[in-house]
């Protein structure tokens, strides 16, 4: 059972280009979640998604950045017009359901991450 | 929202001494403590996690203690190894698994 899986692993923009992360999840889980990560930084939450469905955009910048994850294929996150702000590692985690009222949330599995950088 | 606090930032032991890395939350409906581990240029791992209707878990020489009263959590690692050496993230959860984490422990364990 493959893990999650994102590529690329390392990508190179200039100031001004798009990027693209993509994110295929665990087999058998539903949910992802994307993570940023500056250099010597703790881990912030961008958004939550799951298939065809935003559920949580609240960490996501209100320009430039959008998500999706349609019915077939990886998630995507696109940053339009990069900046050198947004090089950071950018990681990706996948879930199954959240467990009900009485079981509480279950465990986030991160893909290796996408290292970008705008140069 | 919720809002996670990590201390200390760095910690460095003697191989073989117990390591504490202690975390607080603020948000009481938050019912889900996982811990992470993450080597440099690597992917966080989790390596225990707790939740709100249990005190304490166990895992070989890695624990987790969570007091809801208080609202913090602490990882206790007993006989460190270099290889423990790593950043250790905590982060509380409500359903819905969006994690908020907390700023990261550089934890050093020196021969």
């Known amino acids: 059972n493959a893990g999650v899986m994102q590529n690329p692993r390392h990508l190179v923009r200039r100031r001004g280009q798009e990027a693209r992360l993509r994110c295929s999840p665990m087999?058998?889980?539903?949910?992802v979640y994307w993570y940023r990560q500056l250099p010597e930084e703790g881990l912030k939450f961008m958004v939550y998604?799951?298939?065809?469905?935003?559920?949580?955009e609240s960490g996501m910048p209100k320009e430039r950045f959008s998500a999706e994850f349609p019915k077939e294929g990886p998630s995507i996150l696109r940053i339009q017009q990069v900046v050198r702000g947004d090089s950071a590692a950018y990681f990706c985690a996948s879930s199954t359901r959240p467990g009900g009222a009485n079981r509480g949330a279950t465990e986030a599995f991160f893909g290796q991450g996408t290292r970008l950088t705008v140069v | 929202g919720e809002n996670v606090e990590q201390h200390p930032s760095t910690l460095s032991v003697q191989e073989g001494d117990s390591a504490v890395i202690k975390c607080t939350y603020s948000?009481?409906?938050?019912?889900?403590f996982p811990w992470y581990k993450q080597e440099l240029g690597k992917r966080p791992q989790l390596i225990i996690d707790?939740?709100?209707?249990?005190g304490e878990k166990k895992d070989q020489r890695i624990a987790v203690t969570l007091n809801k009263t208080a609202k913090h959590f602490s990882l206790h690692i007993t006989e460190t190894q270099p290889e423990d050496s790593a950043v250790y993230f905590c982060a509380a959860s409500m359903e819905g698994n969006k994690l908020t984490f907390g700023t990261g422990t550089q934890l050093k364990v020196e021969l």
């Open positions: 998604l799951q298939k065809e469905n935003i559920i949580d």
């Open positions: 087999k058998g889980h539903s949910h």
């Open positions: 948000d009481s409906a938050s019912n889900y």
């Open positions: 707790i939740r709100s209707n249990v």
